[in-house]
């Protein structure tokens, strides 16, 4: 085969290519903005990176986001939706392709973000968070009112404006970025940090929370359509009022919160009544109950005397005549009852003499004293019984410690003899007695036992183990099959050649020939 022409073309290394592609690349197309229609996203990737692909009609270019740029995106890639994306174009090696690493994500015009806000709305529908009947009802008076909106705007200076006029509250005001990046997870922090207070605790726990905004575009209130505030919204336990943009301004946060208010102004009014008005109703309410008891005072009047004059006019005569006759009795009762009082006190203190009392004392002290002496008594037998009882249980304890003792070393003895047997057993069941009986073991290179000589092939290396040892064999000839044995197709082998020790040389037959022993031939 001729020799191939020598070349002066320069030979590259696949990575030196790969390398000298990548720069060539980044350098031509070091900041691009591209549009198309997302494709392939799945979500982070454990690493927290974001891969997917960029589609148009006619081609494919892949994707990534890093995991700090995706952090920081106020739109997150979703499939289907057409963006344009800035970044800078390059090369991976490892798969010989090239890719946008993606710094900014925007939607690709208002019809795009109108498409996220419908798919959006469709999923948070379906998991229940926009239904009617997990809704709250507003308290008509809240004690305390918690504000998450920007501290610099004019919406809450109307907030706080409005509610001094109509019935003024203590407010409270978690201040947030309400646009931006950090927009929505500041404003799902405030929900749930307002939901975090305990009550009487140091700082008042909110007994209504109101989410306003001024108005602007779709864009600008675009933080307010996130997942994170719309389940921030939902998850809330303290009822929620959302007064985001104008009438005309409709967010995802609108249809999760407890109370949709057109404006921050109209959020306040519904927050609480006006005072003025709550005081004239209650004047009202005052004035109609004074009036009706007014009106009952005087009937149950008119009843009185209406009764007063249908009652007989000596109805009080009898009553009045008992009285009187009580009234003369009680007297003398009186002083017959002291006098019943004092004989009963005179006989008492008779009995109550100071030699009396002497006997007395000194009868429940000999009963006391005699009953100590029985107690000691009691005391002293109960004691002596108590130290016989325990005696005779030591006794039964140490008897019952000797002869657990003895039998444990009987039972001990029995396992050793059983042991011993055992042992004995196999040691005769062993193939090593047999050995000593003058047979040998002979096995494979494998070290498998041969039980036959038709398994023993010429050259094949053998070990054979005696009683007192092993020494290794090789096969090398063939051999005759046993009388009665059948016979193989295999070769059989004719010798056996140790390796251990050179074999002895056989004695010559003094007067025999070829095949004869010491003993001479019984055949002359």
Partial sequence: MPEAAPSNVMEWTVSELSSALKRTVEDAYGFVRVRGEISGFKGASPSGHCYFRLKDDKAVLEGVIWKGNYARMRVKPEEGLDVIVTGKLTTFPGSSKY?????????AGVGALMKLLEERKKKLAAEGLFDEARKQLIPFLPE???????????????????LADRFPRHVLVWPVR????????????????????????????PDLIIVARGGGSLEDLWSFNE?????????????????????????????????????????????VPVRSELLSTLNALG???????????????????????????DILAEPRQCLDSLAERLPRALRANAQVHHTQYSRIASRLAPQLLSNTVERRRERYNSLNQRLQASLIA????????????????????????????????QHQ??????????????????LKRGFALVRDGDGH????????????????????????ATADGEGSPREGAPRESAPQPRAVEMSAAPARPKPRAKGGGEGTSGQGSLFG
């Fill in 417 to 434: 003899a059983r042991v011993e047997r055992a042992e004995r057993l196999l040691s005769a069941f062993s193939y090593r007695e047999v």
């Fill in 99 to 107: 890719q946008i690493v993606i710094d900014s994500l925007e939607p």
């Fill in 287 to 313: 004035n109609r109950k004074y009036a009706c008891w007014q009106r009952g005072l005087e009937r149950h009047r008119r009843e009185l005397t209406m009764l007063s004059r249908a009652l007989p006019k």
């Fill in 144 to 162: 305390v009112i918690g504000v998450v909106t920007s501290p610099t705007g004019a919406v809450i200076r109307d907030i706080l404006h409005r």
């Fill in 227 to 271: 997942e994170i505030v719309v389940r921030a919204a939902a998850a809330s336990m303290i009822p929620l009022i959302s007064a985001v943009g104008h009438e005309t301004d409709i967010t995802l946060i609108d249809f999760a919160s407890d109370r949709r208010a057109p404006t921050p102004t109209a959020a306040a009014e519904m927050a």
């Fill in 449 to 472: 036992p041969l039980r036959a000589a038709a398994n023993v092939a010429a050259g094949v290396r053998l070990d054979i183990e005696f009683a007192d040892g092993r020494i290794a």
């Fill in 178 to 205: 309400v646009q931006g990046e950090a927009s929505a997870g500041e404003v799902a922090n405030a929900i749930e940090g307002f939901n975090a207070l305990l009550e009487g605790g140091p700082i008042p726990r």
């Fill in 382 to 413: 109960n004691a002596q019984a108590h130290r016989a009882r325990i005696e005779r249980a030591r006794e039964r304890v140490v008897a019952f410690g000797e002869r657990s003792q003895r039998a444990t070393v009987a039972l001990l003895k």
